[in-house]
């Protein structure tokens, strides 16, 4: 049976910016079960300066926007990056992420790598993919998979 979280996996791991981060936190606690760990205000205490949250067995740290270095999403014109959870029960998982807020942008299916998988984007602009690990395929068996998708994908 193929691990839930693949060795060499965490929940996750980055440090994001967000408009908002008290209430970041907050949606953050309801969409994912996050535990926060610390929370640093600006000097005037109006503002989260920097806050570790724990989702999973890993750390997210965040932070409010400081023009023009630091801008979230939402003032940046979108994403590049796609926050990955590796978590048992994916569809638990998802289904509480859009209960809390978040926009579906991939529902959840089982895909041609192994994962039971979806794509959510939080009301920050941040996208965060949901997977539970399913089966175990080797490279090659990936590749093969991946044709015989592509090939169903372009009749469609």
């Keep these: 049976m193929a691990k839930p979280i693949p060795d060499g996996f965490h929940s996750l791991t980055p440090h994001i910016v967000v408009t908002d981060g008290a209430a970041a936190i907050e949606?953050?606690?309801k969409a994912f079960g996050a535990q926060?760990?610390?929370?640093?205000?600006?000097?005037?205490?109006?503002?989260?300066?920097?806050?570790q949250l724990r989702i999973g067995?890993?750390?997210?740290?965040?932070?409010?926007?400081?023009p023009p270095r630091?801008?979230?999403?939402?003032?940046?014109?979108?994403?590049?990056?796609?926050l990955h959870l590796y978590l048992?029960?994916?569809?638990a998982a998802f289904d509480r992420a859009v209960k809390a807020g978040c926009?579906?942008?991939m529902p959840m299916s089982d895909t041609?790598?192994?994962?039971?998988?979806?794509?959510?984007?939080?009301?920050?602009?941040?996208?965060?993919?949901?997977?539970?690990?399913k089966r175990d395929f080797t490279q090659e068996q990936i590749a093969a998979n991946a044709k015989e998708f592509m090939a169903t994908m372009s009749k469609c």
Excluded: C
Excluded at 57 to 66: A, I, K, W
Excluded at 121 to 127: K, T
């Design 27 to 29: 949606f953050y606690k």
């Design 36 to 51: 926060e760990l610390f929370r640093l205000m600006t000097p005037d205490g109006k503002a989260v300066m920097h806050a």
């Design 57 to 66: 067995d890993s750390v997210l740290m965040l932070g409010g926007e400081m």
């Design 70 to 82: 630091a801008l979230s999403p939402k003032n940046r014109g979108g994403t590049s990056v796609y």
């Design 88 to 91: 048992t029960d994916a569809d």
């Design 103 to 105: 926009t579906v942008k």
């Design 112 to 133: 041609f790598w192994g994962d039971r998988y979806g794509v959510v984007e939080d009301p920050f602009g941040h996208q965060w993919s949901i997977a539970t690990h």
